[in-house]
């Protein structure tokens, strides 16, 4: 297969995504749910009355999309080489604020989970533990989307150098380190946390 295709494919893969996301109600859909299901996502979830509702199948669905689009990201890199086209850099630049968004997401719904554990007196060596693995997952958010931007504007000119586009290369498997750092982050915060 093409690189084309291939980039056509996984760009498909990602709007599907979002669309069964968008669908399921994580990003403003509208479900129609019987009163079993609803029944379930009750007790599957916490409330506060500060909060919304964060399901276990909410964390799972914004997690497993973010795992899809890091493997996205993976093989994108992989294909472009020591010297990616402009073209290619735009394309992985974007998934990764794919992932931001996802990953913005998560960050709300796992902090409002940390709080109504800590409300409903969980264990505080737990709520330290996933407090510094959420502080350090936003920390990853930040260095990722700088890392995009910096790799964005180096090639934004029309005709960008070889150095430019390589330059973006490097900051791109910068953010791709990040993005495992994240990972690894949210693993640990879902599995504190009980998420099944």
């Not at 990003?27 to 919304?52: K, L, R």
């Amino acid at each position: 297969m093409s690189t084309i295709v291939k980039w056509v494919l996984g760009i498909l893969v990602i709007i599907i995504i979002i669309g069964v996301l968008w669908h399921i109600g994580i990003f403003g859909g509208t479900t129609t749910t019987t009163p079993v299901q609803q029944s379930a996502a009750v007790s599957n979830s916490t409330t506060t009355a500060n909060s919304t509702v964060v399901s276990d199948s909410s964390i799972d669905a914004i997690n497993a999309s973010i795992n899809a689009q890091a493997t996205s990201i993976a093989k994108a890199l992989s294909a472009a080489g020591g010297t990616p086209s402009a073209t290619q850099i735009s394309a992985i630049a974007s998934t990764f604020q794919g992932s931001n968004t996802l990953m913005a997401n998560l960050i709300t719904g796992l902090t409002a989970r940390i709080t109504n554990a800590r409300s409903a007196g969980g264990s505080l060596t737990v709520e330290q533990t996933e407090q510094a693995q959420l502080t350090d997952l936003g920390h990853q958010l930040s260095n990722m989307t700088s890392q995009v931007s910096a790799a964005t504007a180096n090639t934004a000119t029309a005709y960008p150098t070889t150095a430019a586009r390589q330059q973006a290369l490097k900051q791109l498997l910068v953010a791709q380190t990040d993005l495992k750092a994240a990972q690894a982050d949210i693993a640990t915060i879902v599995k504190e946390l009980g998420v099944k």
